[in-house]
């Protein structure tokens, strides 16, 4: 019964262990990127840290390494209690294969002992020989071989088992030194842990003795920020109000080119509206006209009805239309006229023809008349001189000419014979920095320190290094740079009739007009005397704010 139960508690040890490499090495690879994130952060707060003591990015980093340290203590807790259990289980099956060469080992000692003493040729032999028939000698020969094969396997099986035991004390003594090393890091980042709340709490607590001049500032760039876009807007409001008069004059302009409807009306417009809206209907329209122009020239040179017909064919609404379908009906006349003529030169012939034949007729039954008025004329006189004179039959036979049919017959006529616009893109531009974070969103944000301080945002803060550069973030045209006094320069670029907006820049590479790029540095980001790189950058729909994160991938 003993061996029963620990039978099926091996049993369900070797289930869970089973399972516990997975989880381990999930476990570890998680452990070793928390450690890698905990790296970057040191660095980065070692920057934080030379910079100033109210450095907001600074507490926030310390916050993220606390949690990040938080987190890979509890994971090293959980990885020493894997390692427990694979010692635990390692050692469970150590004894069950130390159990089983003990039991195999017993029997292999009397296996040996019966081998022993049978051991001699003779005894075999006998064994064999003092069969009671052919088959049962057959079957005691086939015995022996099995059980010299036994004995091979029994021998093997302990070696085995023995080498067995072995692999599993090397990974028992492993997972114990593996353990140590997890212990040893666990109190490692536990006490780094406590040192870095304790670094936190006085960086907080730096903050609250600033709170007044932290509200205070905070307040004034506010301010600012209320000119900024107060400026933006009433920059987007004119720019909007002559977009709407260039619209105006455009589309009379273009209305006036139709109305011409000329080359010289359309490169009227082309001139006054290099950037309208209608420059290539324009520029089509006198392309139309152009080739238009030319296939009527070619058709008057060849001035033929298939000549006016093509052009009609392939210019339904040219300008010639007119004077082609009259040309062509001028043709269609003259070839009706002809028809007649022809006609009429058919009937005369024929006419002519069906009056020589009658009057042929009418000779053929005159001569025919005569000669038969001449027989009886001769054979009149002959009847009065009343001389008889017999002629043979054959001789009696008036000879006439024959009746020639006519030779013309009626003629018969000869038979006759071709990306996007910036709206399209929204929620996968491109971020106005190479790298950085958004410390501040859209809309009311809590001070990310101090929780009873709340700022308005009209776009997002952006946290980046030293030297960075604010990059467009989709082609457009710089519609003004301003400079705020106290807060920087900022570049707003028209995309259409949307704008984006990089404000707290140090410096600017790009002047009012330019035609810029997707990705073209627009100028670098101020960095402050506490060593903050911060941008605001902003979208606008017209006069309305948008939420830069809605229009930026990833943000």
Do not use: C
Not at 81 to 93: K, N, P, R, V, W
Not at 385 to 401: G, L, W
């Amino acid at each position: 019964m003993k061996f029963i139960l620990s039978t099926i508690l091996f049993t369900l040890s070797l289930a869970v262990f089973g399972q516990v490499p997975y989880n381990k090495a999930n476990l570890q690879k998680q452990n070793a990127q928390l450690k890698k994130e905990i790296i970057n952060l040191n660095k980065q707060l070692e920057v934080n840290k030379q910079n100033s003591k109210l450095n907001v990015d600074y507490v926030q980093n310390l916050t993220k390494k606390i949690q990040v340290q938080t987190k890979l203590v509890g994971n090293l807790s959980k990885e020493k209690h894997f390692l427990d259990d694979e010692i635990y289980l390692t050692q469970l099956e150590i004894n069950k294969l130390s159990r089983e060469l003990v039991e195999l080992k017993k029997e292999y000692k009397n296996v040996l002992v019966r081998a022993y003493k049978n051991k001699s040729v003779e005894n075999k032999l006998l064994f064999v020989l003092s069969s009671n028939s052919l088959g049962e000698a057959y079957r005691r020969v086939k015995y022996l071989e099995k059980y010299s094969a036994y004995k091979t396997g029994q021998a093997d099986e302990i070696i085995g088992k023995q080498t067995d035991i072995q692999q599993k004390k090397s990974k028992k003594e492993k997972a114990k030194d593996d353990k140590e090393k997890v212990l040893s890091q666990q109190v490692l980042f536990s006490q780094n842990l406590e040192k870095e709340r304790l670094t936190k709490e006085k960086a907080v607590e730096e903050f609250r003795k600033n709170e007044g001049v932290i509200a205070a500032e905070i307040n004034a760039k506010e301010g600012q920020q209320r000119q900024i876009d107060a400026q933006i807007k009433s920059i987007i409001e004119e720019e909007i109000r002559q977009a709407k008069i260039r619209a105006e004059k455009d589309l009379k302009d273009w209305n006036e080119a139709k109305r011409g409807n000329t080359i010289a009306s359309y490169n009227e417009y082309l001139k006054d509206n290099p950037k309208g809206d209608y420059v290539k209907s324009a520029k089509t329209a006198v392309l139309r006209i152009e080739n238009d122009a030319k296939a009527w020239n070619i058709a008057r040179s060849a001035h033929t009805k298939q000549a006016y017909q093509s052009y009609l064919t392939h210019h339904p609404s040219g300008s010639f239309v007119s004077t082609a379908k009259t040309e062509v009906n001028k043709f269609e006349q003259l070839e009706r006229e002809a028809e007649a003529e022809r006609q009429r030169i058919i009937a005369q012939r024929k006419a002519e023809e069906d009056a020589r034949l009658k009057a042929q007729k009418e000779e053929d039954s005159r001569k025919i008349a005569a000669a038969k008025a001449e027989a009886e004329r001769k054979a009149r006189i002959e009847a009065e001189q009343k001389v008889v004179v017999k002629v043979p039959e054959k001789e009696r036979v008036v000879k006439v000419d024959a009746v020639k049919p006519s030779e013309t017959l009626p003629e018969r006529p000869d038979s006759d014979g071709i990306s996007g616009e910036f709206v399209s893109n929204k929620g996968r531009l491109p971020w106005p920095v190479d790298k950085g974070t958004v410390v501040s969103r859209f809309g009311a944000n809590s001070h990310p320190v101090l929780s009873n301080i709340t700022t308005q945002n009209s776009g997002v803060d952006i946290s980046s290094y030293k030297g960075a550069n604010a990059r467009a973030v989709y082609e457009g045209v710089v519609q003004q740079v301003m400079v705020i006094s106290g807060n920087g320069k900022s570049v707003l670029v028209k995309h259409g009739s949307y704008f984006s907006v990089y404000t707290n820049l140090s410096s600017v590479s790009v002047s009012k007009g330019d035609v810029v790029k997707r990705g073209q540095s627009l100028g670098i980001i101020y960095t402050n005397g506490d060593g903050e790189t911060v941008m605001n950058f902003q979208v606008w729909s017209g006069t309305t704010k948008q939420n830069p994160a809605l229009w930026v991938a990833g943000m």
